[in-house]
């Protein structure tokens, strides 16, 4: 049994964690997170998560350091920074689903990977993964010859774009096919843009209403084009693959991991 914690317990997907350990038989939630001076430390974890009292309440990470085995964050880029040092200080793994980090954070997580043991992925869900797999085999096939197009569409609350999901999408298939996607990448277009370079590869974004997340990619020729697609219509779809990257995890070697190698699609 995996003992998990879950940094920022009172946010969306925080409240989605907590349910979805209460769901995975293999985990057990022993420590659920607030940042220092919260309404909600003290607060029983399972109200917080409106499923009913769990007899856990929420606490902050000076209450405890043995608490967990593997911790989960999915909150912002600077407390996930700040989350990762607790966790090198206190050697403890980690699972980070939070997006929108900048290059030096990226680093940090870098750093932070060759102490603890690191899941560090854009999207936890399975189903979303087994794209990225379906699209390193579709570039490897069409992405030569075809126009290559990705657009994704969240809630109204996101505040990056495009998506971490998205940019990892883009980055398969750039890999796939030899591209710098730093170079390639294309993310709006407006007025006289001139015909569309070839070598190029598109975003757009969509933020509107409570979607939680849909993503596509389309391989575009001249008659004929392959689009795939992957909708969540629930946060439990990432928070239940986040569970499992974090029991995965507990026993893992210092390094820095990704969904793929949860779920062995590596080759």
Not at 4 to 14: A, V
Not at 53 to 79: H, M
Not at 94 to 111: H, M, N, P, R
């Amino acid at each position: 049994m995996t003992k998990i914690g879950i940094f920022g317990s009172n946010g969306r997907m925080g409240r989605a964690l907590i349910e979805a350990a209460q769901d995975n038989s293999d985990v057990q939630l022993t420590h659920a997170l607030v940042r220092d001076g919260s309404a909600f430390t003290g607060m029983d974890v399972g109200e917080v998560a409106g499923i009913g009292k769990l007899g856990l309440v929420t606490s902050t990470a000076q209450q405890g350091t043995e608490l967990a085995d593997v911790y989960i964050d999915f909150t912002l880029p600077d407390a996930s920074i700040q989350n990762l040092h607790w966790c090198v200080e206190n050697k403890k793994p980690i699972v980070i689903g939070t997006t929108g980090f900048s290059k030096a954070q990226l680093a940090e997580i870098d750093k932070a990977s060759s102490q603890i043991p690191v899941v560090f992925a854009a999207n936890m869900s399975v189903g979303v993964n087994l794209l990225m797999k379906l699209l390193e085999t579709t570039a490897k096939v069409m992405g030569e010859y075809t126009d290559i197009e990705i657009w994704e569409a969240h809630h109204r609350f996101k505040k990056d774009a495009p998506s971490g999901t998205a940019l990892a999408l883009g980055q398969v298939i750039a890999d796939t096919l030899g591209r710098d996607l730093e170079k390639s990448a294309i993310y709006g277009r407006e007025g006289d843009t001139g015909e569309r370079d070839p070598n190029t590869i598109g975003f757009a974004t969509i933020r509107a209403g409570d979607i939680v997340g849909e993503h596509t990619a389309m391989f575009a020729d001249i008659g004929e084009r392959i689009e795939i697609t992957h909708k969540a219509s629930s946060r439990l779809t990432f928070a239940k693959g986040a569970v499992r990257a974090a029991h995965w995890l507990a026993n893992k070697e210092v390094a820095k991991y990704d969904m793929q190698d949860v779920l062995g699609l590596k080759d």
